[in-house]
């Protein structure tokens, strides 16, 4: 079956400049997460869904960034004004449920999003 | 404090032989998982090996074992008989059933298996 797939793959912008990221979580898993890759780090957690539950937003960065997840599967993270600091892999997963200890989340092949 | 350390910031293993990677956590739950994760040069995350807190064995998973020493919070990660296809970066992780339900990630060993 399908794993979790992102889009783009690449991304360069222009400091200032908005950034849309997509996440195509692994169908019927009801939880999504976004992480943040810097060069040479281990993975940084910025948001998660579960079903139709509010997210949990605890760790954006800054109010630039903003996820939303429509009809309970495909997720967008969006950067506003981006930042150089910004620069890093944005990676996705999902997972079945959230609950427990034991919970797989598959990742996806991330974002690299490059701000100039 | 940080949740998860990895010390070694790079290991190097003769082929065929083991490599102990080093993790340690620190957390306050009674229950929690740690997990495993292999990245290759390519950028993708592959889940290798689950303990949970509560299990009495160490996991095991084809040549991964994970050396699990609840009392000293260590979730060593033993590959054996390395391959040269072991060569990535690998990440501990661990997930607290209280709180957000993310996984914490360490800073990662990056692995170079030596033909």
């Known amino acids: 079956g399908a794993g979790v797939s992102q889009s783009p793959s690449n991304k360069v912008t222009e400091k200032g400049k908005d950034v849309e990221l997509r996440c195509d979580p692994i169908?019927?898993?009801?939880?999504l997460y976004w992480y943040r890759q810097s060069l040479g780090q281990g993975l940084e957690f910025l948001i998660y869904f579960q079903g139709n539950s509010a997210p949990d937003k605890s760790g954006l960065p800054s109010d630039r960034f903003s996820a939303e997840r429509t009809g309970g599967s495909v997720s967008t993270l969006t950067i506003q004004r981006t930042q150089q600091e910004d620069s890093a892999v944005y990676l996705c997963?999902?997972?079945?449920?959230?609950?427990?200890?034991?919970?797989?989340?598959?990742f996806g092949p991330g974002t690299r999003l490059t701000v100039l | 404090a940080q949740k998860i350390t990895q010390t070694q910031p790079g290991m190097f293993v003769q082929e065929k032989e083991a490599v102990t990677l080093d993790c340690t956590y620190d957390t306050s739950d009674q229950s929690y998982g740690l997990f495993w994760y292999k990245q290759p040069s390519s950028g993708e995350m592959i889940f290798l090996i689950y303990?949970?807190?509560?299990?009495?064995q160490n996991a095991t998973e084809g040549r991964y074992s994970l050396n699990f020493q609840k009392a000293r919070k260590s979730a060593n990660l033993v590959i054996s008989a390395s391959q040269l296809g072991d060569s990535a970066m690998y990440f501990c992780?661990?997930?607290?059933?209280?709180?957000?339900?993310?996984?914490?990630f360490g800073t990662g060993t990056r692995l170079t298996v030596i033909p």
């Open positions: 303990q949970g807190s509560y299990d009495e």
């Open positions: 992780a661990m997930r607290e059933v209280t709180g957000a339900n993310n996984l914490f």
């Open positions: 997963a999902s997972s079945l449920v959230a609950y427990g200890s034991y919970n797989e989340q598959f």
């Open positions: 169908s019927g898993h009801t939880a």
